[in-house]
């Protein structure tokens, strides 16, 4: 399998870093490139680079949709890619910006993590069928059931990388409690740390545009070690 890796602007470290890790692993990866220009007008101006290159291959899409004013030509991309023929597409999303807004407690707000599924949800067909979206620590899991047939949600979590960093920096003599900032992430993330770590849970309540933190159940004594 021939992958053809291709990044927004801001991408293009951690494309770099995902390629250093192991140079026998991916020597066959086909780093494909793409200009992100724009118009007098400010609307994008695309150019995916060598594009014969996608024919036939497995192409895999750093996506950073942190920066508003980029999703629109960033979608506009990947609804091109199959259109050259691409044998199959995934879509790398390290982080779902709207996904704490999946559901609504009054009638008038909207559910913008629906709106944003809808959008991945467009991405057309490749001859191997629907490109897989892989999202890591995605808020709520139902959220995979806003996604439409053309893409398949492939949710991931960190927490491998946390213990690991945990059990190669830390003791048992610092005593790491881990806390959550609320109940619906420790019912969430909680079991991956129980088993070796005593948990701490808060609770968050909305005051205009404040947040107020308070511990709901553990016991919390002295600095943060990780400050995550």
Known sequence: MILCCIAHQPDRSLRRKILELDQK?????????????????????????????????DCVVLVDLLDQSRIFEQFSFLYALPLYCCRSLTIVLPYF??????????????ATAMSLARLFSQVPLTPRG???????????????????????????????????HLATNYSEADNITIAFPDD???????????????????????????????????IAKGPPLLDC
């Open 25 to 57: 692993k991916f020597e066959r990866i086909h780093k494909g490139s793409a200009l992100w220009d724009k118009f007098s007008d400010g609307y994008p101006n695309l150019l995916i680079q060598d594009v014969d290159c996608l024919r036939g291959r």
């Open 97 to 110: 910006p709207t996904g704490t807004m999946d559901r609504v407690d009054q009638e008038g707000q909207v």
């Open 130 to 164: 629907p490109a897989r979206l892989v999202i890591y620590d995605i808020h709520a899991l139902q959220e995979r059931f806003y996604f439409g047939n053309n893409v398949i949600p492939v949710l991931q979590k960190a927490c491998p990388l946390l213990l690991d």
């Open 184 to 218: 619906g992430a420790c019912k969430r993330f909680g079991k991956e740390f129980n088993e070796k770590y005593p948990i701490l849970t808060c609770a968050k309540v909305r005051d205009g545009d404040r947040r107020k933190v308070t511990v709901s159940e553990g």
